[in-house]
């Protein structure tokens, strides 16, 4: 039996007498930006075993300690004792609690970092995790966008962990990344804009890859200033993992209002696009019969999980030997598994 342990911050209502959800579908009552933290372990079925939520509580000299604080120094040490790199991965649409926590858990078995086990953090909004037609798709877009002050409070606390509190001999010589599906990405967008307009220097390189799977995001994303332009700046590489053949993408282009989609055929503007961002075609593997495998490859497909760990580990684009690459779309198409 294996067992791995999944962290948190969740900016979900706290449910303390429901043990089976823990978190609901509805907003912190603190306020939409406020924050709890903790972590959920794992065997090898689809739910957690057990969830634990930090405790907002005095330490024995009468000093507050924050959830924030003993996660932060756990995420520190499990990165430190194990010497692997962590994930921050931020749900799309359609999540409940136990759902995002499971998603964690299947990237973290899926993708290994030179056989190292994968950190995995989550950061769950209160997607409605139910499917009712258009009606939870507009709440949880709505959601999505309330949702990004929280975002920006995690990084924000991120940060001067890593850069103020951290002393020179603590730094562990493992990464940090970032990776957001489907309408997570418009989470990411709202997180960013409100990290520049609360603390426009504090937008630096803390992660070295992030990954945008399936985002469901205008494709013209990178060229607006009040969208994603600025992105690049939080990472040493943005890769963009889209496919045209994406039915969940379709339906928000097409019933939605939504302008063309980004997860569907990438940006807009392949030309004007920085040189950190890099473009990966994924139709070739995500193209199953039902609409899960179409819009959620980030974890059903092998070849895509091989991708993700040759691009955390810090491979360059043409070192990855399951891709070609496409010259008149200046994107790599995936080609298959790795042998």
């Known amino acids: 039996m294996s067992r791995l342990r999944v962290h948190f911050a969740t900016n979900r209502n706290h449910l303390s ?3 089976f959800e823990i978190f609901g579908k509805a907003f912190n009552p603190d306020g939409v930006a406020a924050l709890r933290y903790g972590y959920a372990d794992f065997d090898d079925g689809p739910r957690p075993t057990a969830v634990e939520v930090y405790p907002e509580e005095a330490d024995e000299n009468g000093f507050k300690v924050k959830g924030s604080d003993r996660f932060l120094r756990d995420l520190h040490q499990c990165m430190a004792g194990d010497r692997s790199d962590t994930l921050v991965f931020i749900h799309g649409f359609n999540v409940s609690f136990i759902g995002a926590l499971t998603a964690g858990a299947d990237l973290a078995r899926e993708v290994r970092i030179d056989g190292r086990a994968l950190n995995v953090v989550v950061f769950s909004w209160p997607s409605d995790g139910a499917m009712i037609p ?3 798709y507009y709440s949880d877009r709505e959601d999505a966008r309330a949702s990004g002050a929280a975002l920006a409070r995690a990084y924000l606390r ?5 850069t103020e509190e951290l002393g020179p001999n603590d730094y562990c010589q493992r990464q940090l990344h970032l990776l957001a599906h489907s309408m ?5 967008r709202n997180g960013l804009q ?3 307009s609360k603390e426009p220097r504090s937008l630096v390189r803390l992660f070295d890859q992030i990954l945008l799977a399936a985002p469901d995001e205008d494709d013209d994303c990178f060229e607006k200033d009040d969208k994603l332009k600025l992105l690049p ?8 993992y889209f496919n045209p053949r994406d039915r969940a993408l379709l339906i928000s282009d097409k019933t939605k209002a939504n302008p063309d989609r980004l997860g569907s055929d990438g940006p807009r503007l392949v030309d004007l696009l920085p040189k950190k961002v890099v473009l990966v075609d994924c139709r070739n593997i995500a193209s199953g ?6 819009h959620s490859y980030y974890i059903n497909s092998r070849a895509v999980s091989q991708d993700i760990a040759a691009v955390m580990l810090g491979l360059e684009p043409d070192m990855i030997l399951n891709r070609e690459f496409l ?4 994107a790599w198409r995936l080609v298959g598994e790795l042998t």
């Open 194 to 196: 409100a990290v520049v």
């Open 327 to 330: 010259l008149a779309k200046r």
């Open 158 to 162: 991120l940060k001067t962990f890593v």
């Open 289 to 294: 019969a039902d609409e899960l495998s179409q």
């Open 184 to 188: 997570g990405v418009y989470v990411l």
């Open 233 to 240: 700046y939080m990472g040493r590489q943005v890769t963009v």
């Open 134 to 136: 258009l009606m939870s």
């Open 17 to 19: 007498d429901n043990k």
